[in-house]
């Protein structure tokens, strides 16, 4: 028999061990997370809070908030009470600010121990304070982070330079007791860094945070990170993700939410099919299909909704579709299921398709 779609899955998935981010799982077998990271001054309590809202709105499902002085650690109580979702905190050198975040109930840290020891080492107290508290720490390396010597050994910010880092980070905490770890080796060369994630995957079982990081706008940024987590998720290894763009992060959290729910690791919400158009097209598809995403956006149930150029194929694929439409000749054909319902004007068809999608929710029993 041949496996039906949801039956199909892209990889068996890399044994890691699970740590738990306030509520939300992340590695073994919990579904893959969504990050981003606020762009407002965490000093801004209501501009961060009504950022984080937006961002837990468009899926996303833990938030970094950058820590960098006295002020924004004064911020973090508050922040992490009121978000709906668990909060990182993001700091580079400070101990001090580190325990702020561990008493202000933030759900993790996001700290590199190499930094801490080169500027005051508390990285025992750090050790202790996170493990009495449950919180877990993530090591984030990238090129910037990278030790001169290391940059030495191995001839610059090669994959294998990145996981020697990253293992050695890990050990000045796995040398005071403590392993509640996840880690992140980013790049912003997809190449680099899908070796160097390959590479760690092989050495530990800590659960790893995808990134590319500076991936750059939207257009590029979008197709750096989706082929890079796609490659590496189709593999197993991946255990929450982290699309950075230079764009609102809003962008970032679609982005990443479309590449999980591409690859089967996050329920589908609305899958438009559109065909690409030909010269066998009879309407403008690329508006229609436009205009419909844009009517369904955000629409309460899962739909799979195939909007063609012409009867060519539209039958076909409106067949695997909830609804969809084969146009033609100024009309559209409206499917519901596969099946022909009705032929309407052009101009009728997406309101036509809305009210099919509106029928169906109500039918499950949403408004
Ligand atoms: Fe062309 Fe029709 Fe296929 Fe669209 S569905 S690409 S219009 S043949």
Not at 225 to 248: C, H, M, Q, Y
Request: with cysteine.
């Amino acid at each position: 028999p041949v496996p039906r779609r949801e039956e199909l899955s892209v990889a068996t998935r890399r044994t890691s061990r699970k740590i738990m981010v306030g509520p939300v799982a992340v590695g073994g077998d919990a579904p893959v997370s969504v990050q981003s990271m606020t762009t407002t001054p965490t000093t801004d309590i209501d501009a961060t809070l009504q950022q984080i809202a937006e961002l837990t709105a468009a899926g996303c499902e833990i938030v970094r908030v950058a820590v960098p002085s006295a002020d924004d650690a004064a911020a973090l109580p508050t922040i992490a009470r009121k978000s709906q979702i668990p909060v990182i905190a993001d700091i580079h050198f400070q101990p001090k600010y580190v325990f702020a975040a561990i008493d202000a109930g933030c759900a993790a840290v996001r700290v590199n121990p190499g930094n801490i020891r080169r500027f005051d080492d508390q990285v025992g107290a750090i050790a202790r304070a996170a493990g009495d508290a449950g919180v877990p720490i993530r090591i984030g390396v990238n090129a910037g982070s990278l030790d001169r010597r290391l940059l030495d050994k191995h001839g610059g910010v090669t994959p294998d330079a990145l996981v020697e880092s990253a293992l050695w980070e890990c050990s000045l905490f796995e040398e005071h007791g403590f392993t509640d770890l996840k880690i992140s080796v980013k790049h912003n060369d997809p190449v680099v860094m899908i070796e160097a994630y390959r590479k760690l995957a092989a050495r530990c079982d800590y659960p790893l945070h995808l990134g590319v990081t500076e991936a750059g706008p939207r257009f590029q940024g979008t197709i750096k990170s989706s082929v890079a987590f796609g490659a590496l998720l189709a593999e197993g290894i991946g255990d929450t993700i982290r699309v950075s763009l230079s764009a609102p992060p809003v962008e970032e959290v679609k982005v990443g939410a479309q590449i999980l729910e591409s690859l089967g690791l996050r329920p589908r919400g609305l899958d438009i099919v559109s065909c690409p158009s030909c010269g066998r097209a009879q309407v403008d598809v690329h508006t229609l299909a436009e205009q419909v995403t844009a009517a369904l956006e955000g629409f309460p149930v899962p739909l799979r909704v195939a909007v063609m150029g012409c009867v060519v194929n539209g039958p076909g694929e409106a067949r695997e579709a909830d609804i969809g439409v084969a146009a033609g000749n100024g009309k559209g054909q409206i499917f519901v299921k596969g099946e022909v319902i009705r032929t309407v004007p052009e101009s009728q068809i997406v309101e036509t398709l809305l009210a099919e999608a509106a029928r169906i929710a109500e039918e499950m029993g949403v408004d």
